[in-house]
């Protein structure tokens, strides 16, 4: 069965600063990619997906197949980005989005 | 266009109590589902449906059920509630294609004492 891996819960950074959110997946076909994030007090939404190979509200991600990577990047962080933020994957047929345990992105002044 | 509405938003039940957690949505989407969200563990797919008629079981389906009659309306019920099942739960729908954009409601937080 897939899995999806965020190794930490918790991630702490100066606004301005770089700031790289780690994915790490288990998949033995091939994996659609994405990233949700939940702002405070609202819902949890589509921030982006990988074969759309975009950059949304600064972010990019991208699936290293070789590393089974996506991690989820930016340069130079705001402190609207604080929210809570999941990767997920589903397979070809779309009928199972499995998430992992999120990260909380905290953007400090 | 209201998109996913969740009812209700929160509630508190003893052990060995019933309830169904409603979910609707007004976008024409084949596909809904329900999600559990705990501390540490992201979230969780209980069950899902790609149409009227057809469910399927996620990866924590045990002490829920569910159907679909319709397009619009996917309840989750919990036959007899126990206190494992204290979380927040989230419906969420998606569109036809391979999109894998999902569409989240407000999410239902359930408290079992």
């Known amino acids: 069965a897939q899995r999806v891996t965020q190794p930490e819960k918790l991630l702490s950074v100066f606004k301005g600063a770089p700031v790289e959110l780690k994915c790490n997946y288990s998949?033995?076909?091939?994996?659609?990619l994405f990233w949700y994030v939940q702002y405070s007090r609202q819902r949890l939404q589509l921030l982006l997906r990988h074969i759309s190979r975009e950059s949304i509200k600064g972010f990019t991600a991208d699936l290293n197949k070789g590393e089974t990577s996506f991690h989820l990047k930016k340069p130079f962080a705001q402190e609207e980005d604080s929210a809570m933020y999941y990767c997920a994957l589903t397979t070809y047929n779309n009928n199972d989005m499995r998430f992992g345990a999120g990260t909380r992105l905290t953007v400090k002044p | 266009n209201a998109g996913v509405t969740q009812t209700p938003k929160f509630q508190v039940l003893k052990t060995g109590q019933s309830m169904t957690l409603q979910c609707a949505q007004d976008m024409n989407h084949e596909y809904m589902s329900w999600y559990r969200q705990d501390p540490g563990m992201g979230l969780r797919l209980i069950h899902y449906?790609?149409?009227?008629?057809?469910?399927d079981q996620g990866e924590v389906p045990n002490g829920y059920n569910v159907s679909r009659s319709t397009t619009e309306d996917f309840p989750l019920r919990l036959l007899s509630a126990a206190p494992s099942q204290t979380s927040v739960y989230f419906c969420a729908s998606a569109g036809g294609g391979n999109t894998g954009e999902l569409f989240f409601g407000e999410g239902s937080r359930l408290t079992v004492l």
């Open positions: 998949y033995s076909g091939s994996p659609e």
């Open positions: 449906s790609v149409g009227a008629g057809i469910t």
